[in-house]
């Protein structure tokens, strides 16, 4: 039971963004460092593609509406008018259609709205620069991917013939594409040489570790006593940043267990939950930090301890 | 649990009272860098909702400099910090820098130069051997609607459906069909019909191209159908002696239009080769090397198409005369003939 546990463990660094059970593609950037994107995940993308598509199939709708509740008969008495307003929702069509995508990608989000909401963008596969180029192959595809066979699948199931099944099965071997590779990428991805990935933003929060107001405290902790890896650290900072009093209350429970602490014989000297976590965590990042300079790390605690 | 020794006790532990300020390595090194990577932080916001327009020269020339402080700063605080806000953050921050410094702005303003003197021409050149084939495709297609109709006129049926014809249809007479030829029943210059034919003209570029994706087959018979309409047209117009009326308005926007379509069926054949033939390279970088390679060519595609949508909505409207309309026609086939095999070449240095 441990063996595999501790098969699927990663050290810190190797969970991207610090979100355990996702994978990352790692982009070598032209100055050389290695730089990890958390692949979008295939139900990310769907939401993406649906929220596109929604608008995609709303916009023509909401501006039919406009029309008919718009004065429509001046529009109609003047041919040039008409003309013009004729002009404009074909080319409304044929960008809902073809240029929708193609525009928002090659934008500096590179990301059309749906993809925005779910934090979503395109790279390029190869750590250069997204071109134009390849926004517009990766798009195009679209075109085999999703709308022909579409198409093809609604026409055969009205007219109940085999083509309709065949090609409702190809949009879906398409369509499910993503689900059979590591990094989600679809058809177009591959023809493009781009990727979708996921982009959360984080935010620079305090550092936990302090020493100083620790040592007034007078809390200390023998080194047999930082009996845990970076795994449980990383663990633990979360819990001092959510700052839940019951967990709290949990976790320095089971880690006074785990190490025989002994309280203070005078109760106005046992610490608070808080403090002594805060106390653990910096004594145990002291540690672990000074062997890591040496390149000693150790992942979680059922990795053999550090000397 | 045995006293341990000495030395292996934390830092923490067994420092001396009296120092200070009392800090692990890995704050010592947030505190001199941190500043650098909230100014980084903040100069991406306001990039991001504003552009680059309002930053002086002094913060425009630092912006890289930020970009790769925080670079160096995130292998670093992988290999000495375990403060995981922070290694998650400058992940986060370094790659919000990334795709912006890389992403594909700068690329729009340098792009027009650099895609008309050098990357379309050159894109275009290189399918040599796949535009053959489309042109194959498209003049095979020709004469065999035109053959078929010649030796059996109700194919003409069969290839031109009554809804497409618009009065092309075999029963028409000479007159009728000339009027087809004529300047159009309205004379406004860019009709919503004219627009409509290059966003349906483009469409179908992008599907015969989209298609090359299944080994190229579809492609193929697309290039060959659309042929076959056209030569059955052709021999309709010839046999009430119209041909070289008919051959002038189809010439002025054509020689664009159908260039345009053979180079998207050639984007097309390329990919499905590359698919079916990845050379040395993997499969992988077979796909991505053809699917960027064709994805410069079809954007100068649409191109084409819209300068061919304006010659057949302003020009064909305007021009009604078969010589003149033959001579734009020429010209412009020339015209995209010389672009294509001049413009962009290298000086021949390291031959």
Redesign the interface.
């Given at each position: 039971m441990a063996e595999t546990h501790k098969a699927r463990r990663d050290l810190?660094?190797d969970a991207?963004?610090?979100e355990y059970g996702r994978t990352a593609t790692e982009?070598v950037?032209?100055?050389g460092?290695v730089?990890?994107?958390i692949n979008a995940s295939f139900g990310e993308r769907l939401g993406a593609l649906i929220i596109d598509l929604i608008i995609v199939v709303l916009a023509p709708i909401v501006i039919f509406i406009a029309w008919v509740i718009l004065p429509g008969d001046q529009m109609n008495s003047d041919t040039?008018a008409s003309?013009i307003f004729?002009?404009a929702i074909?080319?409304l069509?044929?960008f809902l259609?073809?240029g929708y995508f193609m525009f928002f990608?090659?934008?500096?989000?590179?990301a059309t709205p749906g993809k925005r909401l779910m934090k979503l963008?395109v790279?390029?596969?190869?750590?250069?620069?997204?071109?134009?180029?390849?926004?517009?192959?990766?798009n195009?595809?679209?075109?085999?991917e999703l709308y022909?066979p579409l198409t093809l699948a609604g026409a055969g199931m009205a007219a109940q013939n085999s083509l309709g099944w065949l090609a409702l099965i190809w949009a879906l071997g398409v369509l499910l594409l993503p689900l059979f590779n590591r990094q989600h990428a679809r058809?177009g991805d591959?023809?493009?040489?781009t990727r979708v990935v996921h982009?959360?933003?984080?935010?620079?929060?305090y550092?936990?570790?302090d020493?100083?107001s620790?040592?007034r405290l007078g809390l200390?902790?023998?080194?047999?006593?930082?009996a845990y890896g970076?795994m449980e650290?990383?663990v633990l900072?979360?819990v001092l940043?959510e700052r839940k009093v019951p967990v709290m209350k949990a976790v320095a429970d089971k880690i006074k267990a785990r190490i025989?602490w002994q309280e203070p014989k005078n109760p106005a000297d046992v610490p608070r939950d808080e403090d002594f976590l805060r106390a653990y965590y910096?004594?145990?990042?002291?540690?672990?930090?000074?062997r890591?300079?040496l390149g000693r790390r150790r992942k979680d605690k059922h990795d053999p301890a550090l000397? | 649990?045995?006293?341990?020794d000495p030395a292996?006790?934390?830092?923490?532990?067994r420092?001396p009272?009296s120092k200070p300020?009392?800090?692990?390595?890995?704050?010592k090194f947030?505190e001199a860098r941190?500043g650098d990577?909230?100014a980084l932080?903040g100069a991406l916001d306001r990039a991001?909702r504003q552009?680059l327009g309002g930053f002086s020269i002094d913060e425009l020339l630092n912006l890289p400099v930020l970009y790769?402080q925080a670079?160096?700063s995130?292998?670093m605080a992988?290999?000495?910090?375990?403060?995981?806000?922070?290694?998650?953050?400058l992940?986060?921050?370094?790659?919000?820098a990334?795709?912006?410094i890389?992403?594909?702005?700068s690329?729009?303003k340098d792009?027009p130069a650099d895609f008309f003197g050098k990357?379309w021409p050159q894109s275009v050149r290189r399918l040599t051997t796949e535009l053959w084939l489309a042109f194959a495709a498209l003049m095979a297609g020709i004469l065999i609607g035109w053959l078929l109709c010649a030796g059996d006129s109700s194919w003409y049926d069969v290839f031109v459906p009554a809804s497409q014809a618009d009065g092309r249809d075999l029963s028409a007479s000479a007159q009728s069909l000339r009027e087809t030829l004529g300047s159009g029943p309205k004379d406004?210059a860019?009709?919503?019909f004219a627009?409509?034919l290059m966003?349906h003209n483009?469409?179908v570029s992008?599907?015969c191209?989209?298609?090359g994706?299944?080994f190229g087959l579809p492609t193929l018979m697309l290039l060959i159908q659309n042929g076959i309409s056209l030569g059955a047209m052709l021999w309709l117009f010839a046999r009430k002696g119209l041909g070289f009326e008919f051959g002038a308005w189809l010439t002025i926007h054509g020689t664009t239009e159908l260039f345009a379509i053979i180079i998207a069926g050639a984007c097309g054949f390329h990919?499905g080769r590359r698919l079916m033939f990845p050379g040395e390279a993997t499969r992988?970088a077979s796909?991505?090397?053809?699917?960027?390679?064709?994805?410069?060519v079809?954007?100068g595609v649409a191109l084409m198409l819209t300068v061919a949508g304006c010659l057949e909505g302003i020009g064909r409207q305007t021009i009604t005369d078969s010589l003149v309309r033959i001579a734009v026609g020429a010209v412009m086939l020339v015209l995209w003939l010389a672009y294509f095999l001049m413009v962009g070449r290298k000086a021949k240095t390291d031959g």
């Open positions: 810190m660094s991207p963004y610090g982009i950037t032209p100055e460092v730089l990890p994107f040039t003309a004729q002009i074909i080319a069509m044929f259609r073809s990608e090659m934008g500096p989000k590179a963008r790279i390029a596969h190869d750590g250069g620069r997204l071109t134009p180029a390849a926004v517009f192959t990766r195009a595809m679209r075109e085999v022909l058809l591959y023809f493009a040489g982009m959360p933003r984080a935010k620079l929060s550092d936990l570790a020493l100083d620790d040592r200390t902790f023998t080194a047999a006593q930082l970076e650290l990383g900072e979360q940043r025989g910096s004594a145990l990042r002291a540690h672990l930090e000074a890591m300079l000397s | 649990m045995a006293d341990p292996s006790q934390s830092p923490a532990s420092t009272q300020a009392l800090q692990l390595k890995s704050q947030r941190e990577w909230r932080n991001e552009g790769r670079m160096s995130l292998s992988m290999a000495i910090s375990l403060d995981r806000n922070m290694v998650v953050y992940q986060s921050l370094s790659a919000r990334y795709v912006y890389y992403g594909p702005h690329r729009l792009v990357a406004t860019l009709s919503p627009v409509f966003t483009t469409q992008i599907m191209f989209a298609l994706a299944i990919i992988m796909l991505s090397q053809a699917g960027r390679l064709t994805g410069t079809m954007i």
